[in-house]
């Protein structure tokens, strides 16, 4: 049975790019075909393409090993839009109906799509998400059908610099020749398939601890009411790591190995007895740069308003979450719940070691909105052996040239009568060609008598004269 079309989503994180490649069936519901990674190193840079060939080098080389797997040509795919520049900022419209009248779909679209097209100031809107639709100034959450004189709708823009996506668009489709079918914020991908609806309605901050940035956002009554990113990760504390005489492989290995904050910071572990690792000094050094960005995270829930109102507390995603002793010590930092976040089995069907993986949540996110087939279509092979050959274009032209001369020629000048029988004798050949041959031979018997004609009739004429004499 023949398969059918595939979506590829890609993730460019600050410490690896993630691919995958499934397959959503009528339901929605999502079946990972493939799946593979690669390290950034320093090609990407808190969330955003750095360097433009060395992130083209490895999507080609991220879509080769999951066109291997599959055994199918990807032709596009859709990329996560992340970076330490993104932010949601609010933004309203109006709609005056003049008289009482029906709301339909078309209203509302058109608001959406006027949304879409704001552009502030040196920022790119990267998407629109969480509308709020008021009629008449009372908030409704199923407008159409509603009559109104007066609709307002309340947006959150998600924006950001240009050159998240100009390096995207770089790398991907002028260096590799890949088309990018959608861009997707990441934060807002991790949010679609990590948290519950009862978590969004009672309130909710969802952390997603990168590489490069930590990224906040922040749910109440089913929407997203705010984001921020902090510039800083989990590179960012192997840094720290690093200078306590490390090279980089060793930091971060020592870190996911040794490294625990909070209450067990201390404790020496087994395996690292004899070893050449201080665990009390690094675990020192990782708990100093965890508390600042935890501090800076607590500030942000302070900033937007929301802090008291997260009745389902905090929900941790992304790589640098696997801190041992993360969830518990940002507890008591916040004094409200902590828990790890994990992709719902109700999107998708297999891979349970994906979706266990918390480094996985944002890309896993991308293929809830992934709906366009990814599939190179391939152009239909010509027959060329079987085809009908032209003419090449160096002889047909000389041959159009000589026959466009022929036939002027011919205007020109009286042409003498052709026997018919010589046209049924070279009916199959070429008849123009054969004309010209047959014209050539009638003209020459036109030609004027040469001297070897002239001596020859004055013989003729004196062998008559002596035959009349005899």
Do not use: W
Not at 262 to 284: H, P, R, Y
Not at 320 to 325: K, V
Not at 423 to 447: L, M
């Amino acid at each position: 049975m023949e398969q059918s079309g595939f979506i590829v989503g890609i993730d460019l994180g600050t410490s690896k790019i993630v691919g995958l490649l499934g397959r959503k069936n009528e339901q929605g519901v999502i079946s990972i075909l493939a799946s593979e990674s690669i390290p950034s190193d320093n090609c990407v840079k808190h969330g955003v393409v750095y360097n433009i060939d060395e992130a083209a080098g490895k999507i080609k080389k991220l879509v080769n090993l999951l066109e291997n797997k599959s055994g199918r040509k990807i032709g596009k795919i859709y990329v996560s839009v992340a970076g330490k520049s993104l932010r949601a900022i609010e933004y309203t419209l109006t709609k005056d109906l003049i008289d009482e009248s029906e709301v339909s779909f078309a209203v509302i679209d058109q608001m959406e799509q006027q949304a879409r097209q704001n552009k502030p100031d040196f920022l790119t809107n990267y998407s629109v998400v969480a509308p709020e639709i008021f009629l008449d100034g009372h908030p409704e959450d199923d407008p159409i059908g509603k009559t109104a004189t007066l609709v307002e709708g309340r947006y959150r823009l998600i924006v950001g610099r240009p050159n998240i996506k100009s390096n995207l668009i770089k790398c991907i489709t002028e260096k590799n020749q890949l088309d990018i079918a959608g861009f997707i914020v990441g934060p807002v991908a991790a949010g679609a398939i990590v948290l519950d609806e009862t978590d969004k309605q009672a309130g909710c901050a969802l952390i997603d601890f990168g590489a490069g940035t930590t990224t906040l956002s922040i749910y109440k009554e089913g929407l997203l009411r705010y984001m921020a990113v902090i510039p800083f990760g989990g590179r960012t504390i192997s840094k720290d790591v690093k200078e306590l005489g490390f090279i980089d492989t060793a930091a971060e290995s020592y870190k996911i190995k040794y490294g625990r904050v909070g209450k067990d910071k201390n404790k020496q572990a087994t395996s690292s007895s004899n070893s050449e690792v201080d665990v009390k000094e690094m675990n020192k050094v990782i708990q100093l740069r965890e508390e600042e960005i935890i501090l800076n995270i607590l500030n942000q829930i302070k900033e937007s308003g929301y802090a008291g109102k997260l009745d389902a507390g905090i929900i941790i995603v992304g790589g640098a979450s696997q801190l041992t002793g993360l969830p518990e010590f940002l507890e008591e930092k916040a004094q409200m719940p902590v828990k790890k976040g994990a992709a719902k089995r109700l999107y998708i069907n297999n891979a349970a070691d994906l979706l266990q993986n918390p480094a996985y949540a944002q890309c896993l996110g991308l293929l809830l909105f992934a709906n366009e087939n990814c599939e190179k279509v391939e152009a239909p092979k010509v027959d060329y052996i079987n085809r009908p050959r032209p003419l090449d274009s160096a002889q047909s032209g000389s041959y159009s040239e000589a026959t466009e001369r022929n036939q002027n020629s011919s205007a020109h000048h009286e042409q003498p009568p052709v026997d018919n029988d010589d046209d049924e004798e070279y009916e199959d050949e070429e008849p123009e060609y054969e004309e010209r041959s047959r014209k050539g031979k009638k003209v020459k018997d036109k030609k004027s008598p040469g001297l070897f004609d002239f001596f020859g009739k004055i013989q003729n004429l004196g062998g008559t004269m002596f035959k009349d004499e005899d």
